[in-house]
């Protein structure tokens, strides 16, 4: 029996995986940089920001983490209360 770490770098020798992983991360890592910031930048806590979405503290931090790992997307809806609660708007665009 293989390792997570083992069975991760086997994995991550296929081209295919590799990209994917890298792309995710890429992703996923520009929005939580974004979200972060702003929650930073208008010096709010989880708790706080969860108190403006009516929602609990940990859901925040579900969030958080999910952009971190990746392994859940959140809503545009969850996205727009969230910025919202830092005193934000959401902005998407396609470029």
Known sequence: MQTHDQ???KL???PGVRAEVERIERDETVLLDALLKARQEARLTQARIAERM???APAVAR???SLATGKHSPSIATL??????CGKSLVLRVA
């Open 7 to 9: 069975l991760v770098k």
């Open 12 to 14: 991550m020798r296929r």
């Open 54 to 56: 009516g929602t609990q």
């Open 63 to 65: 969030l958080e983490r």
């Open 80 to 85: 727009r209360k969230y910025v919202k609660a």
